[in-house]
């Protein structure tokens, strides 16, 4: 079965410190690979994207994410962390079918910042 | 930039009372989604509809949910007879026809709270 873990429920960083969160995810040639971020009470947005091509992927807020294939793993990175990327993250995993794409969650890692 | 809407943001249900969630995906997108996400937990998949009809349904989606497509614009979530586990984020997704580099966008959700 498709599946995507997020082995750290819960990270504590200080601002300005460097970030990665892990993802792994099971199943699939060709992985179609996503992270959200969540705001409390709020919906979900997405931070970046993984199809095809370059492994490095750069996103929206000065995250980026590298695939590796080897690994099954597509983790979130950024250099500097804000006290405002404290948030819920999501990794989620596209499960193609002929008729439809199913998103497939991890369970999420909760990013708490100490300013 | 096209979204997905819901409305409406946060709705209260006495339990036992049906429910509608409505959205109004992409223009141009064909395939819709439910997905729900309990407070605190991962964001589960309930259902995806293409062609007016049920793709994939979760074991979640029981009998007391159905979806509809009641014109051109609209894709609704009705709970039937609402219990207090149905209390949760309920986000609505659309995508363009699979097979190619396709992404599911969502809504920011409707907060549903049963009491």
């Known amino acids: 079965a498709q599946s995507v873990t997020q082995p750290d429920i819960h990270i504590t960083v200080s601002e300005g410190a460097s970030l990665e969160l892990r993802c792994n995810y099971s199943?699939?040639?060709?992985?179609?690979l996503f992270w959200y971020v969540q705001s409390p009470g709020q919906g979900l947005q997405l931070l970046l994207k993984?199809?095809?091509?370059?492994?490095l992927v750069q996103g929206i807020k000065g995250f980026e994410a590298e695939f590796k294939r080897s690994q099954s793993s597509f983790n979130l990175r950024k250099p500097s962390v804000h006290w405002s990327d404290a948030a819920e993250y999501f990794c989620?995993?596209?499960?193609?079918?002929?008729?439809?794409?199913?998103?497939?969650f991890g369970p999420g890692t909760s990013l708490s910042v100490i300013p | 930039e096209p979204e997905v809407t819901q409305t409406p943001s946060h709705q209260v249900t006495q339990m036992g009372q049906e429910v509608i969630l409505r959205c109004v995906p992409i223009?141009?997108?064909?395939?819709f989604y439910w997905y729900r996400q309990i407070l605190g937990q991962k964001v589960e998949f309930l259902v995806s509809?293409?062609?007016?009809?049920?793709?994939?349904k979760s074991e979640i989606f029981d009998d007391q949910f159905s979806v509809e497509r009641p014109d051109g614009s609209n894709f609704t979530l009705k709970i039937r007879s609402t219990k207090l586990e149905d209390s949760a984020m309920y986000f609505c997704?659309?995508?363009?026809?699979?097979?190619?580099?396709?992404?599911?966008?969502f809504g920011q959700g409707t907060r549903l709270t049963v009491v």
């Open positions: 997704a659309s995508s363009q026809p699979t097979g190619g580099n396709t992404e599911a966008f």
């Open positions: 199943y699939g040639a060709t992985p179609y």
């Open positions: 993984y199809f095809s091509g370059d492994t």
């Open positions: 989620a995993y596209l499960y193609k079918k002929t008729s439809y794409d199913k998103v497939i």
């Open positions: 223009s141009n997108h064909l395939y």
């Open positions: 509809f293409y062609n007016n009809e049920i793709s994939e």
